[in-house]
């Protein structure tokens, strides 16, 4: 069984086939399935990181958004004669469930259980000496390839006086004691859109700032979506805003804006900074491995190998979303160029949901990229206002969009809605296998459920048919015979 590294030994060269350098779940899954392989297999975390899920996709932030929606639906339960008006939100309380699912989940990033999976960790910092080895304290490691899984960190924009004020991250805002009154959130990409609807959720007055348009990359119908309900619950929205100095004022916080309606003041009791992250890559020495790098990260080809054949890298640390799920696939294209020695390549139909609710889930190509890429295009909708079990639950709200070519190919889905995280999987299988529309449309889906709403709108694919006279008469003498 392999030995956690005891960095106070003589120093020593080890030389296993893979080791990956990161804590994630990328990391950890690259490092679990080389060593289920056969490999020898090297990890080197940080020391910070042993068994923390923060390194999990925002495992607490989740949690936190999950027991807000709670709170709201309790309160906001008239419609089902159920009086909420004495529910309150204990922060106490709420920490306490943060704690117990870190608690719940941190025996399964520990470095005592991938240990015992035959995996050799290391803790601390990992540095390229050159382009064939790796250094972590005393020790060297010379692997025949590398994976770097070093995952990110959030970013702070540059604003005039934003160093002068006490700025909460995605990870901060979560010790928080007790509810802001008055909360300014700045990024509206999916994590501070997340995070304003859960803080507003519990109370609090919450107010986005976002440079451009929110969830750009996303299909905007659906954003809109996302956006009217935040409007119905009191969330104010400025988009396409620049911030020209952040500074303090009154007993909190305030902020200098450029909306396209002109200049304007907001103040707020917390800011919290939600501008995206950045790779988390100094330090590690890519300069001296030969690998190359931007600010978006390390560039890698389509089988996620750098400019160092030796090494490779995936996740956040070249730029791709703060998603396990993308992160674990990647691991394991890497792991079919390297232990398995196969030309695997990643491919780009990995799905993607931003948590707010309703929930906006996209795999695929959007309609916007489906129209560039394809000279003509089939784009099929359901609204969930037609679907019985979001009639039965009082939550109506959001529509299906499939995207597919003239022969029936399904090229893309958009889903908004209560549980679209959980719907998108069944479309990214079909984008992923290339199926058939058809496929889809005969489909037997349980009943009353929200994935009811994917078979309609792949049915309505055939609408167009049933309306040509020479079917309609050939269904006529059916019905006779």
Same mark, same amino acid.
């Given at each position: 069984?392999?030995?956690?590294?005891?960095?106070?030994?003589?120093?020593?060269?080890?030389?296993?086939?893979?080791?990956?350098?990161?804590?994630?779940?990328? %990391?950890?899954?690259?490092?679990?399935?080389?060593?289920?392989?056969?490999?020898?297999?090297?990890?080197?975390?940080?020391?910070?990181?042993?068994?923390?899920?923060?390194?999990?996709?925002?495992?607490? %932030?989740?949690?936190?958004?999950?027991?807000?929606?709670?709170?709201?639906?309790?309160?906001?339960?008239?419609?089902?004669?159920?009086?909420?008006?004495?529910?309150?939100?204990?922060?106490?309380?709420?920490?306490?469930?943060?704690?117990?699912?870190?608690?719940?989940?941190?025996?399964?990033?520990?470095?005592?259980?991938?240990?015992?999976?035959?995996?050799?960790?290391?803790?601390?910092?990992?540095?390229?000496?050159?382009?064939?080895?790796?250094?972590?304290?005393?020790?060297?490691?010379?692997?025949?390839?590398?994976?770097?899984?070093?995952?990110?960190?959030?970013?702070?924009?540059?604003?005039?006086?934003?160093?002068?004020?006490?700025?909460?991250?995605?990870?901060?805002?979560?010790?928080?004691?007790?509810?802001?009154?008055?909360?300014?959130?700045?990024?509206?990409?999916?994590?501070?859109?997340?995070?304003?609807?859960?803080?507003?959720?519990?109370?609090?007055?919450?107010?986005?700032?976002?440079?451009?348009?929110?969830?750009?990359?996303?299909?905007?119908?659906?954003?809109?979506?996302?956006?009217?309900?935040?409007?119905?619950?009191?969330?104010?929205?400025?988009?396409?805003?620049?911030?020209?100095?952040?500074?303090?004022?009154?007993?909190?916080?305030?902020?200098?804006?450029?909306?396209?309606?002109?200049?304007?003041? !907001?103040?707020?009791?917390?800011?919290?900074?939600?501008?995206?992250?950045?790779?988390? !890559?100094?330090?590690?020495?890519?300069?001296?491995?030969?690998?190359?790098?931007?600010?978006?990260?390390?560039?890698?080809?389509?089988?996620?190998?750098?400019?160092?054949?030796?090494?490779?890298?995936?996740?956040? %640390?070249?730029?791709?979303?703060?998603?396990?799920?993308?992160?674990?696939?990647?691991?394991?294209?890497?792991?079919?160029?390297?232990?398995?020695?196969?030309?695997?390549?990643?491919?780009?139909?990995?799905?993607?949901?931003?948590?707010?609710?309703?929930?906006?889930?996209?795999?695929?190509?959007?309609?916007?990229?489906?129209?560039?890429?394809?000279?003509?295009?089939?784009?099929?909708?359901?609204?969930?206002?037609?679907?019985?079990?979001?009639?039965?639950?009082?939550?109506?709200?959001?529509?299906?969009?499939?995207?597919?070519?003239?022969?029936?190919?399904?090229?893309?889905?958009?889903?908004?809605?209560?549980?679209?995280?959980?719907?998108?999987?069944?479309?990214?299988?079909?984008?992923?296998?290339?199926?058939?529309?058809?496929?889809?449309?005969?489909?037997?889906?349980?009943?009353?459920?929200?994935?009811?709403?994917?078979?309609?709108?792949?049915?309505?694919?055939?609408?167009?048919?049933?309306?040509?006279?020479?079917?309609?008469?050939?269904?006529?003498?059916?019905?006779?015979?």
């Amino acid at each position: 069984m392999a030995q956690i590294a005891d960095r106070g030994k003589a120093p020593q060269v080890l030389t296993p086939d893979i080791c990956v350098i990161g804590a994630g779940p990328g %990391a950890r899954a690259a490092a679990m399935g080389a060593a289920a392989a056969g490999a020898r297999t090297a990890l080197v975390m940080p020391e910070h990181a042993d068994g923390h899920p923060f390194h999990d996709g925002g495992v607490p %932030a989740k949690a936190l958004i999950a027991a807000a929606r709670r709170f709201a639906c309790a309160r906001d339960s008239a419609v089902f004669g159920i009086d909420g008006t004495a529910v309150t939100a204990d922060f106490g309380k709420l920490r306490e469930h943060l704690r117990d699912v870190t608690a719940a989940l941190a025996p399964n990033a520990s470095a005592a259980r991938l240990g015992g999976l035959g995996v050799n960790v290391f803790t601390g910092g990992a540095r390229f000496a050159d382009a064939h080895m790796l250094t972590v304290g005393e020790t060297t490691i010379a692997a025949k390839h590398y994976i770097v899984a070093a995952g990110a960190r959030p970013a702070i924009p540059l604003i005039p006086g934003l160093d002068t004020v006490t700025a909460l991250t995605e990870e901060t805002v979560l010790g928080l004691d007790g509810c802001p009154r008055q909360l300014i959130v700045i990024g509206g990409g999916a994590t501070g859109l997340e995070l304003a609807q859960a803080f507003r959720h519990l109370g609090a007055g919450v107010t986005l700032v976002e440079a451009r348009r929110p969830l750009g990359e996303e299909d905007p119908e659906a954003v809109e979506v996302v956006l009217t309900q935040f409007a119905r619950e009191g969330i104010e929205v400025l988009a396409d805003t620049a911030i020209r100095e952040v500074g303090r004022g009154g007993d909190g916080i305030r902020l200098t804006l450029e909306t396209p309606a002109g200049a304007r003041t !907001i103040e707020g009791s917390h800011l919290l900074v939600a501008a995206g992250r950045r790779p988390d !890559i100094d330090g590690l020495g890519l300069d001296a491995a030969g690998i190359k790098f931007n600010a978006d990260g390390v560039i890698v080809d389509r089988r996620l190998r750098t400019t160092n054949p030796k090494v490779f890298a995936i996740g956040e %640390a070249i730029g791709g979303p703060r998603a396990a799920h993308a992160a674990e696939y990647q691991a394991g294209v890497v792991l079919g160029n390297t232990v398995l020695r196969l030309p695997a390549k990643a491919v780009d139909a990995l799905p993607r949901v931003t948590f707010t609710a309703p929930e906006l889930a996209q795999t695929g190509l959007t309609e916007a990229q489906a129209m560039q890429r394809h000279r003509r295009i089939r784009v099929l909708r359901w609204a969930l206002h037609d679907n019985d079990r979001a009639q039965i639950e009082r939550d109506p709200c959001g529509h299906i969009k499939v995207i597919a070519d003239t022969r029936g190919r399904i090229l893309g889905a958009t889903l908004v809605s209560t549980d679209a995280g959980e719907m998108i999987s069944a479309w990214t299988l079909a984008v992923s296998r290339k199926l058939d529309i058809g496929a889809m449309a005969e489909l037997a889906v349980p009943y009353p459920t929200r994935g009811e709403v994917g078979k309609r709108a792949a049915a309505t694919y055939f609408s167009p048919g049933l309306k040509r006279p020479l079917l309609q008469r050939m269904m006529r003498i059916l019905r006779r015979a």
